[in-house]
């Protein structure tokens, strides 16, 4: 298969995770990617890792490092990626952050922290891509990482939880105002995957004593799964895939659930 032959894009959070799949996923079907995190030495070691990968299917890789809040190395990166590819079609907004706190010790640092990268961060990742894509004049794909904590708050991630919310409403807002230019806004929102993230997320329950032992807090949120087990990263990347291909270019302003069953909405 070849769904994104030739398309150039980028991904951000691409150091581990979801992020890193989306990207390999997509160089295996043809894409030219930009893996950009904020851990520069990191997203370097990743995409040495995929240039196989993506000559085996004709594609070009390079690496970024970014902090998504601060617009002038956003636009960098954007720079780059147009340099060494020609173009941006697809933007995938997907670097996030999480550090449970307790519902009444949540601080402002708490909260400015999250919000800052996962709601800031994705709507300068927005702005900017589409910058570019209306400079191209030829339309493009900007693609958003919500989460099933977009659709109900949980007690002790209430931080996450708005910014995912935030997250949705971006992603309505730019579907309305760029569906003008070509420009399709989509998202989709994973469940409990088994990343770093949540390794660190079950961590950080246990020290505020929100969990009695490792493990735990998967174990109960994996419970709610229709499915029956947690998600691996390769679970998210058939839709994240479809996302970025034509086969989606009728779609815009919606949030896929991806998480086995857990939310139905």
């Known amino acids: 298969m070849s769904r994104v032959a030739g398309r150039s894009c980028i991904v951000t959070g691409a150091a581990r995770g979801i992020g890193r799949a989306i990207g390999e996923a997509l160089l ?5 990617v930009c893996f ?3 851990t ?3 997203v370097a070691e990743v995409a040495a890792e995929n240039r196989d990968r993506a000559k085996e299917n004709g594609a070009k890789v390079t ?3 970014v902090d998504v809040t601060d617009r002038a190395q956003v636009r960098a990166m954007i720079d780059h990626t147009v340099d060494v590819f020609g173009k941006l079609d697809v933007k995938f907004n997907n670097a996030g952050v999480n550090k449970p706190m307790n ?3 949540v601080t402002e640092d708490n909260w400015n922290f999250i919000m800052g990268v996962n709601g800031l961060g994705c709507m300068i990742g927005m702005q900017e891509a589409a910058r570019q894509m209306i400079a191209q004049g030829s339309g493009g794909k900007i693609i958003n990482t919500a989460s099933i904590a977009s659709r109900q708050g949980f007690d002790n991630v209430a931080p996450y939880c708005a910014s995912k919310w935030a997250v949705v409403s971006l992603t309505q807002s730019g579907a309305r105002d760029l569906a ?4 399709t806004v989509t998202g989709f929102a994973p ?3 088994a990343t770093e993230m949540w390794e660190q997320v079950d961590q950080d329950l246990l020290e505020i004593g929100a969990a009695e032992r490792p493990g735990q807090a998967m174990e109960e ?3 709610e799964i229709l499915k029956g087990r947690v998600a691996t990263p390769e679970d998210i990347t058939g839709t994240t895939t479809y996302l970025a291909s034509r086969d989606s270019d009728y779609m815009t302003g919606q949030i896929v659930m991806i998480d086995g069953g857990m939310t139905l909405v």
């Open 221 to 223: 949120f994996s419970a």
């Open 103 to 105: 519902f009444m010790d």
């Open 180 to 183: 003008k230019h070509g420009i």
């Open 63 to 65: 690496h970024v490092a």
């Open 28 to 32: 295996s079907e043809g894409a030219d």
């Open 36 to 38: 950009a995190d904020v």
């Open 40 to 42: 520069g030495d990191k």
């Open 191 to 193: 469940g409990v995957v």
